[in-house]
C-alpha cells in the first residue's frame, strides 16, 4: 500500500466557529492507481491534495506513507519523504518565470542533490520523451499554456516519484490539449506511477482506474 | 486634476505603511544630516562678511625659509604697518593685532573681581575704522586712540560690571597696568575671524614705543582704496623693506591675503591668533559628505518607490487603457514624490532643530535656530525639495510612464531585467558611498589613535602648565619655584618660556659666519629641570646649570638632535662648542636631547633650543610634573601653594597632555561629526536595502512557494534571496574600496608623522557593512522562506 489516510479532520476557526475543510476523511491508494478526485467547488479536493502531497498538516488523524507515519513526524523527515516520492502537478503550471524549460526541469533534482552529469542525463530524458528538446532555452512566458504543462508534467516526473499529485492539470487548458495530457497520464500511469487528480472533468475523471467524490469535505459515498 | 494626485498620492502613502515609514525615514535623516552640514558650510563660508569694507581688506602674510621649505606666518613685525601706511597711497590704513602675551590669559581686575580673560587683543585704533564693529558705546572710530584705553564686547561688559554704561571705568590688566574704558561694541558674531572680547590699544604697549622689524607677532591687517593691484603693493612692501632693513636680516619677504580668504584658506599658516580657523579642506569634505549622503536618501526614496510602484504597474496599466496620458502619469509621480519629500523635509528641519545643539558641541560652532529658520535658508529648503523631487521621482515617474500599458501589465523579461539592473546598480552606488565612509572615518581614527598614542619623545601626561606671569611682575618666581619643589606630590617643577605645543621664540642656528640662511631654531627660556618635567632624553652632555646668576654672560643651551645634526655634528661632539643662534656671542651647547615633537606630527621634527640667556624672554610657565593622585585634590593644593605666594593672582592653568590633544581638534572634529553621518549614512542604507529586501521577497513570494514545493529548504530559499543582495555589497566594495584608499591616502598626506592605511579599515569596514547587508536581507528572507507555500500559491 502506498498511502492511507485514517479519520483525517481539517479545520480553520471563524469567528470562534470551526470550519471542516476535511471532516473524517478516509483513504487507501495501492501503488499503481490512478485516482480521480472529483466533487463541487469547495469541497476540499485541492485540501485534500495538499495534505496528500505533505504541504500542508491536519488537526486529527493518521497518515501513513509507505508505512511510516506522517502525522508524527518532523517537518524535516516530511520534506525529505516528499521530496523523494511526489511531484506535483498544479493547474496554473507554477514554472519559474526567470527560469528557462531546461532549469525549471532540473530545478528538483537540484535540491535532491543530484550529480550535475546525471542531472544532464535525467532532464535531456524529459525534454526527449515530451518533445520539447526545441524549447528548452525559452522562458515560461514564452509558451503556449500546453506546453507550459508539458514543462511542469516534466518537472514533476524528472526525479522519479512513486506518486504525482495534480491539482486540477488541465483546468487551463482547451480540449485537444488536455486529451493530449490526460494520454500521457494514462501511459504514465501504466508504466508504474501512481497519479491521484482533481477535476471537474467527467471525461478526465474516466481516464483513472478509481474515481473518488468529495463534498464538504466528505467522502460521498452516494457517488462512488 | 492636481488635488485628485494629491489625493491619491495621500491614499497610497497611506495604503502601505511599511513602505511609506521606511521611505520618509530614510529620506528625512538623510535630509537633517544634509541640512546640518549646510548649515555648516554656509556658516563657514559666510565668515567676515559682515564688515562693509571687506574687499578692500587684506591681511598682511610673511613668508620665511624654514628647515623644511616655505613657512607662511600670518603676523608681521610691528614696524611694518606704520612703514607701509607712510610709504604706500593704496595702503590707507593698517592696523596691528596682538593676542595678548602671544596667546596667553590675562588677569583682569574689575573692582574688587578677578576674571581669567582669554581674549583679550591690543590693537591700533585703525583696526575699528578698517572693521566696523558697531559700537553701543563711544566712538568706535577713536576708542583706542590713546594709551591705556580699551574697548569691551558687549558680554565682558556685562560679566565685568553688570552694565555697558561703563565709558571712563577702569579696568587693571595682570596686576600692573591700569585700563580705561572708551567703547562698548557689539559682540562680534561667530562667524567674524576677529574673535576679541576686549581690544586695548596698542599705544599702551612697548611694542608701540620701539617698533622692530624682527618680531614679527603682529597680525596686521590692511585697508587698501578701491581698484587697488595688489600686486603692486606687494612689491611696493618690499621696497618699504628694502628702505628699512639690509638684506642681510631679511629673513623673510611679504604677501597679502584677502580678508574673504582669511577664514578658510589660512590652511598650514603659521601663528594665528584667531582661535575660529576653518579649514577648506573640511568644508570640502564635509560638502563632498552633504552630496553623498543626499544622493543615498534620494537613491533609498527610487528605490523604495519603484519597488513599491511594481505593485502598482497594474493600476498604470488600466489608468493608461482607459486613456490617461503619460504627462499626466508622470505628474502624478512627481506629485507622490514631492508630497513624501515635503514630509520628509518637514521631518528633517525638525530632526535638524533637535540635532542643532548636539551638532553646535561637535563642531565648536554656534548655529542658532533662527539660521535654519532664515528666509534663505528655507528658500534654500525649497531648492533641495524641488531637487529632491525630481531626482528621487525621476525614476518611478519615468521609468513606469512611458511604456505602453501592454508591456506594464506583462512585461518581458528583458525589461524586467533591466529595471532590476537600475536598482541594484541604485543600490551599489549606495552602498559604495556608505563604505567610503565608513572606510575614511576607520582611517581617520587609526590616524588619531596613532597620534595620540606615539611617542612624542617627550611626555605629556601628569605635567601641569600654570600661568605664572603674574609672578614675573613681581619677581616671586623663584618663591614659587621654591613652594612647588617642597609639595610631596610633585616630582619635578620647571620654568620656562613655553611648552611642546606653544609656539616659543623663532631664531636663525648657523654653522658658521658663512652659513647666510641658517635652519629656524625653536628657542625656549628654561631651566635645568626641564629635562625632568618633559622626560626627555638625554643623549649627551649635561643639563642647564642649576643655578644661572642674571650678570652671567654665558648662555648655556641644550640643543635637540636636529639641530645638531644641522652643524654636523654627533651629540657627543657638540658638547661645549660655541654656537651661533642670536642668542649672544657667549653661547655654549651643553647637552643634547633626543628629538620630540614640540609642534603637531603634521609637521616634520625641527631644531629646537632650550636655553638660559637671562634677557629677552620671559620664564611665563610653571610647569609641574607631579604624582599619580586624586586629580581635584591635586589640584586645589595647587592652587593654594600658588595662592600662598601670590595672594589675589588667579590660578590659571592647563593640562599638558590635553593641550596636545588640542592641537588636532579639527581632525577630530572631522572623524567625529564623520562617525556619526557614515553610522546614519549605512542606517539610511540599510533601509534601502530592507525596503528592497521585503520587496524582493515578496514579489518572488511564488517562486518561494514553488521552490519550496520542489524541496527547497529554508536554508536555501534564505541563501537564494540573500546572495543577490551580498553579491551587490561586494560589488559596492570592490568599488569602493580604491576610492577610499585614495581619498584618505591624500588626506594622510597633511600628516608628516602618519600610519600607513594597511588593511585593517578595509576588513573592518567589509564585515561591517557585509554583517548589517546580511542581517538585513536574511531577516526579510527567512521570513519569506518560512512560511507555508499553499498561500503563495493559492494566489492570483
Ligand atoms: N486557509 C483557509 N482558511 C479558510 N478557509 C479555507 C482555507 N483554505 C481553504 N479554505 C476553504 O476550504 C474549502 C475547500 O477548499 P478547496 O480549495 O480545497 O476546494 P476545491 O474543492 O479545491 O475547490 P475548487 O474546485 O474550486 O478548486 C473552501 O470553501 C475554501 O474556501
Ligand atoms: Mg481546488
Redesign the pocket.
Known sequence: MLLQLKNIYKW?T?GGRR?F?LNDLNLEVQEGEFISIM????????????VIGMLDGFQEGEYDFLDEPVHAMKEKSRSKLYKEYIGFVF?QYHLIDELTVYENIETPLLYKNVKSSERKALVADMLDRFNIVGKKDLFPSQLSGGQQQLVGIARALVAKPKLILA??PTGNLNSQQSTEIMELFRDLNKEGVTIIQ?T?SESNASYGTRTIH?LD?MRDRSKE | MFKNHIKIAWRNLRSDPKFSVLNILGLSVGLAITLLLFLFISHERSFDTMYAQKENIQRVLLFTDGDQGEETWTNAPAALAPAIVADIPEVKKASRMYRHNFGGNAFVKAGDEQFIEKDLYWADAELFQIFNVPFLRGNGQKALDKPNAVALSQSRALQYFGTIDIIGKTLNIDNGLELEVTGVYEDLPSNSTLDAAMVGSFKTLNFYKNPSWSNSSFETYIYTVDNTNIDEVVSKIQTTLNKNVVKEDQWYSFGLQPLEEVHLYSGGYLDSYSKRDGDINEVRNLTLLAFLILIIACINYMNLTTARSQKRTKDVGISKTLGASTQSLILRFYTETFLITGIAIALGIVLTIVALPFFNDITSRTIVVAEVLSPTFLFLLLGVWIITTLVAGSYPALHLSKFSPKEIMNPSPARKGAAKLVRKGLVVVQFAASVILIVSVAVMYKQMTFMQTKDLGFNPNQVLAINATVALENKSEDALLNKFKNNPIVQSVSLAQGYPGLGVSGRTLRKNDQDESGTNLQTNHSDAAIVDVLNLKLLAGQPLPRVKQRSDTIVEVLLNKKAVAYLGLSPEEAIGKKINAQLGSNAYIRGVVDDFNFTSLRAPIGAYAFHNRPIGEYKNYLLVRFRESDLSTTLSTFEADFKEIIPGGAFDYSFLDKNTEKLYEAEQRTAQIGLIFSILAIFVACLGLFGLAAFTAEQRDKEIGIRKVLGASVFGITKLLSTDFIKLVGIALIIAFPLAYYVMNNWLQEFAYRISIGWEPFIFTGLCALFVALLTVSLQSIKAALRNPI?AL?KE
Open positions: 480553520v471563524q470550519i475543510l466533487g463541487p467547488s469547495g469541497s476540499g479536493k485541492s485540501t485534500l491534495l495538499n493547474q491539482d486540477e482533481a471537474h468529495l469535505g | 498561500g493559492r
